[in-house]
């Protein structure tokens, strides 16, 4: 069995994860020439990018809320506490989602 703080490690290390990823995305998204891409591509590039913020947002609630559960001596059960967003773009179930 995890220890709180391991739980509220994997936690921040979770939301950690999930701005590394936009922080390359929009590295990797300054470099393209949107002239190229369809409307289409430009579309599905802004949503994915509310999806992001999104999921940093549940992210850092999350650490709050484990730590603020830790602080208070509560058991954290990690299955229930970390934020594991699903489906998106590059999970294999995504496909399922297209109209």
């Given at each position: ?47 994915l990018d ?50």
């Amino acid at each position: 069995m995890l220890t709180n703080q391991q739980v509220v490690d994997q936690v921040r290390s979770d939301a950690a994860r999930i701005e590394r990823f936009v922080q390359r995305r929009e590295t990797f998204l300054d470099a393209l020439d949107w002239t190229m891409l369809t409307c289409e591509q430009v579309h599905e590039a802004a949503m994915l990018d509310f999806m992001l913020e999104d999921d940093l947002a549940e992210a850092l609630q999350r650490v709050s809320m484990a730590e603020s559960l830790a602080a208070m001596g509560l058991p954290l059960v990690p299955t229930f506490i970390r934020y594991k967003p699903f489906p998106r773009p590059w999970h294999a179930e995504w496909l399922t989602l297209v109209n």
